[in-house]
């Protein structure tokens, strides 16, 4: 489901954001088990792990030829406990970090202070972020569980933290082919520093991109913690944001969007200098191939959006994030 807000008079339409759903795959609850006996015994410490999310796709439907999207997925493996770097992650995948605080009881899994481990959790990220100016910290995520080894069941719960912008984001516009505003030569160098700006062989989450003083044609990228120095002196029109879009919904964009823009609004405000006349160009990246004006025409999408007023960027933002329904 993706949230959303009702505007009122004449507000522009919010942008809209699927949140990601969890999918677990059960080698995951055996690495589960055999840590819990081997190793956490009765220890409650928390875990690191890790996981991936996967560019958006989209399945047709054979009987009305309606293109359905699929879920915006973050996939736990049994990987999960190994160094990212001793795993190969999945094609076209963005890997992110994540903490696992397992329970001995159900009453202690049902009982915990669920805002608190929250509230910590998303100010760990901010505070990482802020402090090593890795902006992969924006993606990390929680799961609590409980693992009932007598009944072989499994209780558990992600949260994935979304800070949220006051006021929201706003769109200028709808969301448009990305061709239409960068040539295919231009998304082919996009598509290149995706595919090859990523850790451990995963796919960058994010990259920024301007055309070339030199040829308009053409296109330069850089990582998103060089938005200010990127972005110095280029026009706001020629800015763009990619990220890779983890939804392949025509309208609502994926879970991580939220994060990345504020942390541009936050810690590049003056560069960005965002605001209605001044919108920040952003491009869902959902080509999974090398984009190809003949062989395989480019599924990214584009739009313009903007904050109405800049917020207090003194203090950390507010978050949002568990998931809807725990299992």
């Not at 999310?53 to 293109?67: N, P, Q, W």
């Not at 499994?154 to 969301?175: D, I, L, R, T, V």
């Not at 061709?179 to 598509?191: F, M």
């Not at 392949?248 to 960005?272: D, E, K, M």
């Amino acid at each position: 489901m993706a949230s959303s807000t009702a505007n009122s008079g004449a507000a522009k339409p919010l942008l809209q954001f699927t949140p990601f759903s969890s999918t677990v795959q059960p080698a995951f609850w055996h690495e589960l088990t055999n840590l819990k006996i081997d190793v956490l015994r009765l220890s409650q410490d928390a875990i690191p792990i890790h996981a991936n999310y996967s560019i958006g796709r989209a399945v047709v439907d054979r009987e009305t030829g309606m293109e359905v999207a699929l879920g915006c997925n973050l996939v736990v493996s049994g990987d999960a406990f190994k160094d990212p770097k001793d795993v190969k992650p999945p094609p076209n995948s963005v890997t992110v970090r994540g903490v696992l605080k397992n329970f001995n009881t159900i009453e202690e899994f049902k009982n915990v202070n669920k805002q608190e481990m929250f509230n910590n959790t998303s100010k760990e990220m901010w505070t990482k972020t802020l402090q090593t100016g890795d902006p992969s910290h924006l993606f990390d995520f929680l799961l609590i569980t409980f693992a009932d080894l007598k009944k072989y069941k499994y209780y558990y719960w992600f949260a994935f933290p979304a800070f949220a912008a006051s006021p929201p984001w706003e769109k200028q516009g709808e969301w448009a082919p990305a061709v239409d505003v960068v040539p295919i030569k231009g998304l082919e160098t996009i598509h290149k520093a995706i595919h090859s700006g990523g850790s451990d062989s995963s796919i960058a989450a994010a990259v920024l991109a301007k055309p070339s003083a030199n040829d308009p044609t053409a296109y330069e990228t850089a990582p998103l913690n060089k938005f200010s120095e990127f972005f110095a002196g280029t026009p706001s029109e020629k800015r763009f944001v990619v990220f890779s879009d983890p939804s392949a919904h025509s309208q609502h964009v994926g879970w991580p969007l939220r994060n990345i823009l504020t942390y541009i609004l936050f810690n590049h405000h003056q560069t960005a200098a965002i605001s209605p006349s001044s919108p920040l160009n952003i491009i869902a990246w959902r080509d999974i191939d090398t984009p190809s004006a003949s062989s395989n025409p480019p599924k990214s999408l584009y739009i313009k959006a903007y904050v109405p007023s800049l917020p207090d960027t003194s203090a950390a933002p507010g978050a949002v994030g568990w998931e809807k329904n725990p299992a």
